[in-house]
């Protein structure tokens, strides 16, 4: 399994933007799909994009898809994610977590390595 570690969050308000990253170590990046899920409050966690061991292909919550971007760095085993456009009901524990095999899949229970989540407030 590989180790996460999660940075880039913090305080912000409605309409700014924010990046994370998440860095990968103990094990080879490029085997894993890697995603961004968030938690809220009382509500239970959710997935918000995901990207391919390559590269080549994302797929997005609705609720953020056209504001948020994912990408990674296989040669620096990083993941980022790009939040615009904030809204308050962004804020969350943002977590990246990666995902062996080959399954296309945003289930998290797919995915078997979990950071320890960085905070993203957004202020109205």
């Known amino acids: 399994q590989v180790q996460l570690v999660e940075s880039g969050g913090g305080l912000v308000q409605a309409g700014g933007s924010l990046r994370l990253a998440c860095a990968a170590s103990g094990g080879t990046f490029s085997n894993y799909r890697m995603g961004w899920f968030r938690q809220a409050p009382g509500k239970e966690r959710e997935f918000v994009a995901v990207i391919s061991r390559s590269g080549g292909g994302t797929n997005y919550a609705s609720s953020v898809k056209g504001r948020f971007f994912i990408s990674r760095d296989n040669a620096k085993n990083t993941v980022n994610l790009q939040m615009n456009s904030l809204k308050p009901e962004d804020t969350a524990v943002y977590y990246c977590?990666?995902?062996?095999?080959?399954?296309?899949?945003?289930?998290?229970?797919?995915?078997?390595?979990w950071g320890q989540g960085t905070q993203v407030t957004v202020s109205s």
């Open positions: 977590a990666a995902q062996p095999g080959l399954t296309v899949t945003t289930d998290p229970k797919f995915f078997n390595s």
